[in-house]
Protein backbone atom coordinates (compact mmCIF):
# COMPACT_ATOMS: atom_id res chain seq x y z
CA UNK A 1 0.00 0.00 0.00
CA UNK A 2 2.87 2.65 1.09
CA UNK A 3 4.54 1.81 -2.53
CA UNK A 4 1.30 2.32 -4.35
CA UNK A 5 0.43 5.61 -2.74
CA UNK A 6 3.97 7.07 -3.79
CA UNK A 7 3.26 5.62 -7.13
CA UNK A 8 -0.07 7.52 -6.91
CA UNK A 9 1.77 10.89 -5.91
CA UNK A 10 4.69 10.71 -7.95
CA UNK A 11 1.85 10.09 -11.28
CA UNK A 12 -0.11 13.23 -10.13
CA UNK A 13 3.31 15.40 -9.23
CA UNK A 14 4.64 14.27 -12.85
CA UNK A 15 1.22 14.63 -14.40
CA UNK A 16 0.86 17.97 -13.27
CA UNK A 17 4.47 18.85 -15.17
CA UNK A 18 3.28 16.88 -18.26
CA UNK A 19 0.08 19.20 -18.61
CA UNK A 20 1.94 22.22 -17.46
CA UNK A 21 5.40 22.47 -18.88
CA UNK A 22 5.50 19.45 -21.30
CA UNK A 23 8.06 17.86 -19.49
CA UNK A 24 7.03 14.58 -20.68
CA UNK A 25 9.57 14.05 -23.51
CA UNK A 26 11.18 10.65 -23.61
CA UNK A 27 13.41 11.37 -26.34
CA UNK A 28 15.97 13.26 -24.73
CA UNK A 29 15.16 15.75 -26.83
CA UNK A 30 15.36 19.25 -25.62
CA UNK A 31 13.31 22.17 -26.66
CA UNK A 32 15.45 24.72 -24.61
CA UNK A 33 19.36 25.47 -25.27
CA UNK A 34 22.01 22.57 -23.91
CA UNK A 35 25.29 22.44 -23.60
CA UNK A 36 27.16 25.90 -22.90
CA UNK A 37 26.08 28.55 -20.98
CA UNK A 38 25.92 32.73 -21.23
CA UNK A 39 25.93 33.13 -18.09
CA UNK A 40 28.73 33.83 -15.40
CA UNK A 41 30.61 31.01 -13.90
CA UNK A 42 30.44 32.79 -10.62
CA UNK A 43 26.80 32.71 -11.05
CA UNK A 44 26.06 28.79 -11.65
CA UNK A 45 24.24 26.94 -9.39
CA UNK A 46 25.24 22.97 -9.85
CA UNK A 47 22.67 20.76 -7.39
CA UNK A 48 23.33 16.97 -6.70
CA UNK A 49 19.97 14.93 -5.81
CA UNK A 50 20.91 11.60 -4.29
CA UNK A 51 18.36 9.42 -3.67
CA UNK A 52 18.23 9.89 0.26
CA UNK A 53 20.04 12.52 1.84
CA UNK A 54 19.97 10.54 5.18
CA UNK A 55 21.69 7.20 3.86
CA UNK A 56 25.05 7.24 5.05
CA UNK A 57 26.70 6.54 1.33
CA UNK A 58 25.14 9.82 -0.16
CA UNK A 59 26.20 11.22 3.45
CA UNK A 60 29.32 10.10 1.88
CA UNK A 61 28.75 11.32 -1.46
CA UNK A 62 27.78 15.20 -0.16
CA UNK A 63 31.99 15.21 1.17
CA UNK A 64 32.52 15.03 -2.65
CA UNK A 65 30.19 17.55 -3.47
CA UNK A 66 31.17 20.06 -1.03
CA UNK A 67 35.26 19.04 -1.89
CA UNK A 68 34.00 20.17 -5.58
CA UNK A 69 32.92 23.48 -4.20
CA UNK A 70 35.78 24.34 -2.10
CA UNK A 71 38.73 23.18 -5.13
CA UNK A 72 36.67 25.34 -7.66
CA UNK A 73 34.67 28.24 -5.89
CA UNK A 74 31.49 27.20 -7.79
CA UNK A 75 28.12 27.12 -5.77
CA UNK A 76 27.81 23.09 -5.91
CA UNK A 77 25.75 21.90 -3.18
CA UNK A 78 23.57 18.48 -2.67
CA UNK A 79 19.85 18.19 -1.87
CA UNK A 80 17.98 15.46 -1.60
CA UNK A 81 14.81 13.76 0.28
CA UNK A 82 14.32 12.32 3.68
CA UNK A 83 14.15 8.69 2.64
CA UNK A 84 14.01 6.72 -0.36
CA UNK A 85 11.13 7.51 -2.41
CA UNK A 86 10.82 8.44 -5.85
CA UNK A 87 7.70 10.72 -5.54
CA UNK A 88 9.83 12.95 -2.50
CA UNK A 89 12.69 13.12 -5.62
CA UNK A 90 10.64 14.02 -8.26
CA UNK A 91 9.48 16.89 -5.90
CA UNK A 92 13.45 17.98 -4.76
CA UNK A 93 13.82 17.85 -8.65
CA UNK A 94 10.59 20.00 -9.31
CA UNK A 95 12.04 22.73 -6.54
CA UNK A 96 15.37 22.85 -8.14
CA UNK A 97 13.85 23.57 -11.79
CA UNK A 98 11.68 26.20 -10.29
CA UNK A 99 14.69 27.85 -8.14
CA UNK A 100 16.30 28.04 -11.18
CA UNK A 101 19.45 26.26 -11.06
CA UNK A 102 22.08 25.33 -13.59
CA UNK A 103 22.84 22.03 -13.71
CA UNK A 104 21.18 18.96 -11.32
CA UNK A 105 22.73 15.69 -10.89
CA UNK A 106 20.90 12.64 -10.26
CA UNK A 107 21.51 9.15 -8.54
CA UNK A 108 17.25 8.03 -9.20
CA UNK A 109 15.69 5.95 -6.66
CA UNK A 110 13.49 4.98 -10.28
CA UNK A 111 14.75 6.01 -13.70
CA UNK A 112 11.57 5.38 -15.36
CA UNK A 113 9.70 7.06 -12.67
CA UNK A 114 11.63 10.47 -13.45
CA UNK A 115 11.79 10.93 -17.14
CA UNK A 116 8.96 13.54 -16.79
CA UNK A 117 10.49 15.76 -14.36
CA UNK A 118 14.36 15.61 -16.01
CA UNK A 119 12.58 15.72 -19.61
CA UNK A 120 10.88 19.61 -17.96
CA UNK A 121 14.47 20.47 -16.58
CA UNK A 122 16.23 19.57 -19.99
CA UNK A 123 13.81 21.61 -21.72
CA UNK A 124 14.65 24.65 -19.24
CA UNK A 125 17.94 23.98 -20.74
CA UNK A 126 18.98 22.71 -17.38
CA UNK A 127 22.03 20.48 -17.67
CA UNK A 128 20.95 17.26 -16.63
CA UNK A 129 23.42 14.40 -15.45
CA UNK A 130 22.95 11.03 -13.51
CA UNK A 131 24.80 8.33 -11.81
CA UNK A 132 23.40 4.87 -11.78
CA UNK A 133 20.58 5.31 -14.55
CA UNK A 134 22.25 3.48 -17.73
CA UNK A 135 19.45 3.56 -19.32
CA UNK A 136 18.14 7.35 -18.14
CA UNK A 137 16.44 8.26 -21.39
CA UNK A 138 16.31 12.09 -20.25
CA UNK A 139 19.58 12.80 -19.47
CA UNK A 140 22.43 14.12 -21.09
CA UNK A 141 25.24 11.79 -19.98
CA UNK A 142 25.03 8.93 -17.19
CA UNK A 143 28.24 8.07 -15.27
CA UNK A 144 28.69 5.05 -14.55
CA UNK A 145 31.85 3.94 -11.87
CA UNK A 146 32.58 1.05 -13.52
CA UNK A 147 31.07 -1.62 -16.50
CA UNK A 148 27.95 -2.50 -13.94
CA UNK A 149 27.94 -6.25 -16.22
CA UNK A 150 31.61 -6.53 -14.95
CA UNK A 151 31.02 -5.35 -11.60
CA UNK A 152 28.39 -7.87 -11.19
CA UNK A 153 30.15 -10.74 -12.15
CA UNK A 154 33.08 -9.25 -9.59
CA UNK A 155 30.67 -9.60 -6.36
CA UNK A 156 29.70 -13.01 -7.71
CA UNK A 157 33.12 -14.13 -7.83
CA UNK A 158 33.67 -13.04 -4.10
CA UNK A 159 30.45 -14.94 -3.42
CA UNK A 160 31.62 -18.16 -5.44
CA UNK A 161 34.86 -18.27 -3.12
CA UNK A 162 32.94 -18.09 0.24
CA UNK A 163 30.05 -20.65 -0.77
CA UNK A 164 33.42 -22.91 -2.12
CA UNK A 165 31.67 -22.60 -5.50
CA UNK A 166 28.58 -24.90 -5.31
CA UNK A 167 25.39 -24.47 -3.80
CA UNK A 168 22.63 -22.82 -3.76
CA UNK A 169 22.33 -18.64 -4.01
CA UNK A 170 19.95 -16.19 -4.72
CA UNK A 171 20.04 -12.07 -5.49
CA UNK A 172 19.03 -9.38 -3.07
CA UNK A 173 18.62 -5.92 -4.58
CA UNK A 174 17.02 -2.40 -3.34
CA UNK A 175 13.96 -2.71 -5.55
CA UNK A 176 13.69 -4.45 -8.90
CA UNK A 177 13.06 -0.97 -10.56
CA UNK A 178 16.47 0.52 -9.90
CA UNK A 179 18.80 -0.03 -12.69
CA UNK A 180 22.39 -0.25 -11.66
CA UNK A 181 21.56 -2.86 -8.61
CA UNK A 182 19.56 -5.43 -11.26
CA UNK A 183 22.21 -4.89 -13.41
CA UNK A 184 24.69 -6.15 -10.89
CA UNK A 185 22.62 -8.97 -10.28
CA UNK A 186 22.08 -9.92 -14.17
CA UNK A 187 25.99 -9.46 -14.34
CA UNK A 188 26.51 -12.02 -11.29
CA UNK A 189 24.19 -14.56 -12.27
CA UNK A 190 24.97 -14.69 -16.06
CA UNK A 191 28.88 -14.69 -14.62
CA UNK A 192 27.92 -17.48 -11.93
CA UNK A 193 26.21 -19.64 -15.19
CA UNK A 194 29.31 -19.77 -16.84
CA UNK A 195 31.72 -19.79 -14.55
CA UNK A 196 30.33 -21.84 -11.19
CA UNK A 197 28.12 -24.78 -12.76
CA UNK A 198 27.49 -26.36 -9.81
CA UNK A 199 26.10 -22.88 -7.93
CA UNK A 200 22.45 -22.86 -8.67
CA UNK A 201 19.99 -19.86 -8.52
CA UNK A 202 16.85 -19.76 -6.31
CA UNK A 203 13.96 -20.70 -8.72
CA UNK A 204 11.49 -19.53 -6.16
CA UNK A 205 13.18 -16.21 -5.55
CA UNK A 206 15.85 -15.15 -7.82
CA UNK A 207 15.36 -11.42 -6.84
CA UNK A 208 14.42 -10.29 -3.08
CA UNK A 209 14.07 -6.44 -2.14
CA UNK A 210 15.43 -5.09 0.69
CA UNK A 211 14.21 -1.17 0.26
CA UNK A 212 17.61 0.09 0.57
CA UNK A 213 17.07 0.02 4.51
CA UNK A 214 19.84 -2.43 6.61
CA UNK A 215 16.88 -3.66 9.21
CA UNK A 216 14.86 -4.62 5.82
CA UNK A 217 18.02 -6.88 4.31
CA UNK A 218 18.42 -8.53 8.07
CA UNK A 219 14.89 -9.34 8.22
CA UNK A 220 14.49 -10.77 4.64
CA UNK A 221 18.19 -12.96 5.11
CA UNK A 222 16.28 -14.50 8.04
CA UNK A 223 12.88 -15.32 6.06
CA UNK A 224 14.85 -17.00 3.41
CA UNK A 225 17.24 -18.76 5.60
CA UNK A 226 14.24 -19.90 7.49
CA UNK A 227 12.04 -20.95 4.50
CA UNK A 228 14.68 -21.99 2.18
CA UNK A 229 17.39 -24.55 4.49
CA UNK A 230 19.28 -25.71 1.16
CA UNK A 231 20.45 -21.74 0.41
CA UNK A 232 23.70 -21.53 0.77
CA UNK A 233 24.38 -17.59 -0.22
CA UNK A 234 22.87 -13.80 -0.94
CA UNK A 235 24.62 -11.71 -3.63
CA UNK A 236 23.84 -8.43 -2.15
CA UNK A 237 23.66 -5.30 -4.18
CA UNK A 238 22.76 -2.45 -2.00
CA UNK A 239 25.35 -0.77 0.40
CA UNK A 240 22.85 -1.74 3.16
CA UNK A 241 22.45 -5.65 1.95
CA UNK A 242 25.68 -6.60 3.09
CA UNK A 243 25.86 -5.92 6.24
CA UNK A 244 21.81 -6.41 7.02
CA UNK A 245 22.24 -9.95 5.62
CA UNK A 246 25.26 -10.54 7.60
CA UNK A 247 24.34 -9.57 10.82
CA UNK A 248 21.18 -12.22 10.44
CA UNK A 249 23.78 -15.10 9.72
CA UNK A 250 25.68 -14.03 12.76
CA UNK A 251 22.72 -14.09 15.00
CA UNK A 252 20.79 -17.50 13.36
CA UNK A 253 24.32 -19.09 13.91
CA UNK A 254 25.33 -19.89 10.60
CA UNK A 255 28.57 -18.42 10.13
CA UNK A 256 30.56 -20.42 8.07
CA UNK A 257 27.55 -22.44 6.44
CA UNK A 258 25.80 -19.60 4.77
CA UNK A 259 27.52 -16.65 3.29
CA UNK A 260 26.92 -13.00 1.44
CA UNK A 261 28.96 -10.80 -1.04
CA UNK A 262 27.79 -7.27 -1.87
CA UNK A 263 28.50 -3.56 -2.28
CA UNK A 264 29.19 -1.91 1.45
CA UNK A 265 30.51 0.97 2.92
CA UNK A 266 33.95 0.11 5.31
CA UNK A 267 32.74 1.50 8.84
CA UNK A 268 29.06 -0.53 8.20
CA UNK A 269 30.71 -3.90 7.28
CA UNK A 270 33.96 -3.55 9.74
CA UNK A 271 32.85 -5.92 12.78
CA UNK A 272 31.61 -8.59 9.96
CA UNK A 273 34.87 -8.69 8.17
CA UNK A 274 36.68 -8.43 10.91
CA UNK A 275 35.40 -11.98 12.63
CA UNK A 276 34.66 -13.04 9.17
CA UNK A 277 31.17 -13.58 8.64
CA UNK A 278 31.69 -11.04 5.36
CA UNK A 279 34.69 -12.37 3.55
CA UNK A 280 35.10 -9.40 1.28
CA UNK A 281 33.41 -5.90 0.24
CA UNK A 282 32.77 -3.99 -2.84
CA UNK A 283 32.25 -0.73 -3.59
CA UNK A 284 33.47 2.69 -5.41
CA UNK A 285 33.85 5.85 -3.05
CA UNK A 286 30.79 7.89 -3.28
CA UNK A 287 32.88 10.94 -2.35
CA UNK A 288 34.27 10.38 -6.22
CA UNK A 289 31.42 10.00 -7.88
CA UNK A 290 29.86 13.01 -6.23
CA UNK A 291 32.93 15.49 -6.93
CA UNK A 292 32.95 13.14 -10.76
CA UNK A 293 29.12 14.26 -11.29
CA UNK A 294 29.79 18.00 -10.61
CA UNK A 295 33.05 17.66 -12.92
CA UNK A 296 30.94 16.56 -15.43
CA UNK A 297 28.45 19.38 -15.23
CA UNK A 298 30.59 22.51 -15.27
CA UNK A 299 32.32 20.65 -18.56
CA UNK A 300 28.80 20.83 -20.33
CA UNK A 301 28.13 24.47 -18.77
CA UNK A 302 31.80 25.59 -20.31
CA UNK A 303 30.63 23.90 -23.74
CA UNK A 304 33.29 21.30 -23.70
CA UNK A 305 33.44 18.26 -25.55
CA UNK A 306 32.60 14.85 -23.81
CA UNK A 307 34.05 12.38 -25.46
CA UNK A 308 36.05 8.84 -24.78
CA UNK A 309 39.52 9.54 -22.56
CA UNK A 310 37.30 12.00 -20.74
CA UNK A 311 39.10 13.07 -17.45
CA UNK A 312 36.87 14.50 -14.43
CA UNK A 313 39.97 14.51 -12.24
CA UNK A 314 40.46 12.03 -9.86
CA UNK A 315 41.15 8.50 -9.71
CA UNK A 316 39.02 5.83 -11.33
CA UNK A 317 37.50 8.90 -13.38
CA UNK A 318 40.65 10.26 -15.32
CA UNK A 319 39.95 8.17 -18.17
CA UNK A 320 36.14 7.81 -19.21
CA UNK A 321 34.83 5.95 -22.28
CA UNK A 322 31.46 5.52 -23.33
CA UNK A 323 29.95 2.00 -22.71
CA UNK A 324 29.53 0.12 -26.30
CA UNK A 325 27.86 1.87 -28.92
CA UNK A 326 26.05 4.59 -26.46
CA UNK A 327 26.83 8.09 -26.72
CA UNK A 328 25.40 8.81 -23.10
CA UNK A 329 26.91 6.36 -20.77
CA UNK A 330 30.69 6.83 -19.68
CA UNK A 331 32.29 4.85 -17.42
CA UNK A 332 35.26 4.49 -15.57
CA UNK A 333 37.68 2.05 -13.55
CA UNK A 334 36.50 3.09 -9.87
CA UNK A 335 35.39 -0.28 -8.46
CA UNK A 336 37.49 -0.74 -4.34
CA UNK A 337 38.11 -4.17 -2.27
CA UNK A 338 37.40 -3.93 1.61
CA UNK A 339 38.52 -6.77 3.06
CA UNK A 340 39.18 -7.63 7.16
CA UNK A 341 43.23 -6.00 5.89
CA UNK A 342 42.37 -3.27 4.61
CA UNK A 343 38.99 -1.66 6.20
CA UNK A 344 40.66 0.37 9.12
CA UNK A 345 41.98 2.65 5.85
CA UNK A 346 38.91 3.93 4.33
CA UNK A 347 38.39 6.72 6.90
CA UNK A 348 34.35 5.86 6.27
Known amino acids: MKRMLSVFVLMV ?29 KDWRIALVPKDSTNAWFVRMEVGVKEFARNTGLNAFQ ?7 AALQAQVIED ?6 DAICVVPVDPAALEPVLGKALSRGIVVVTHEASFQENTMYDIEAFDNTEYGAFIMDNLAKAM ?28 QKTAYPRM ?9 ESEDNMERSYERAKELFKKYPDLKGIMGT ?9 RAIEEMGLKGKVFTSGTGLPEENKVFLKDGTLAAATLWDPKDAGYALCSLAVKILRGEPIGNGLNLGLPGYENMKFLGDSKKVLIGSGWIVIDKNNVDSFGF
Open 13 to 41: LTGMVAFAGGGGDRSGASSGPQGKSSKPE
Open 79 to 85: KGPARTD
Open 96 to 101: LIAQGV
Open 164 to 191: GESGTYTTMVAHVTNASHNEWADGGVAH
Open 200 to 208: TLLAAEPRV
Open 238 to 246: SSKDAPGIA
